[in-house]
């Protein structure tokens, strides 16, 4: 957020809106950043714009979310699981895509297989979940059933 402040204060407002951009895709259900956002877009006349990047980053997640959704509830499991992998590459600090991610990879390998290379990236993905949200309920769960997919397969590491 200092740094959109920086681009501002600067005159950098397109720099500062990629910087915006990237904060929400990250954060796109942090309703203080959200209001921190439109303070300062307020602050130098733009809070309609601001009121705009909000609104479209956070359709863009949820077409994205009902797009996997869709192909996961028609039968393409792996292409839902790529599509999530995208996204939590393109937003590695969106704690909701991440769950979103995982949940999609371990439904893959626990109705195909062991996939070792989704299964390593659930586990880089649970570790990322706790590490920016240790008590998430839902990332707890995950945990617990990424375990119970090792242990379907009897796999130890």
């Not at 397109?14 to 910087?19: C, F, G, I, Q």
């Not at 956070?58 to 009902?66: D, E, G, M, R, Y």
């Not at 292409?79 to 992998?85: K, P, R, S, V, Y």
Request: hydrophobic letters at 40%; a neutral charge.
């Amino acid at each position: 957020m200092a740094l959109a402040k920086a681009c501002f204060n600067q005159q950098q407002e397109a720099l500062a809106e990629v910087v915006v951009r990237d904060l929400l895709r990250n954060s796109h259900d942090d309703l203080n950043l959200a209001a921190k956002i439109t303070t300062l877009y307020r602050q130098h006349g733009h809070q309609d714009q601001a009121e705009q990047l909000i609104k479209e980053n956070s359709a863009s997640i949820v077409a994205l979310n009902n797009e996997a959704v869709k192909m996961a509830r028609s039968g393409d499991l792996a292409g839902a699981a790529e599509l999530f992998i995208r996204a939590a590459t393109d937003m590695p600090g969106n704690i909701q895509v991440l769950l979103n991610t995982v949940n999609a990879l371990l439904a893959y390998s626990n109705q195909h297989g062991w996939h070792q290379e989704w299964m390593q990236l659930s586990h880089n993905y649970l570790l990322r979940i706790h590490n920016l949200d240790p008590g998430n309920g839902r990332g707890l769960q995950l945990r617990e059933f990424f375990r119970k997919t090792k242990q379907r397969y009897d796999i130890s590491e």
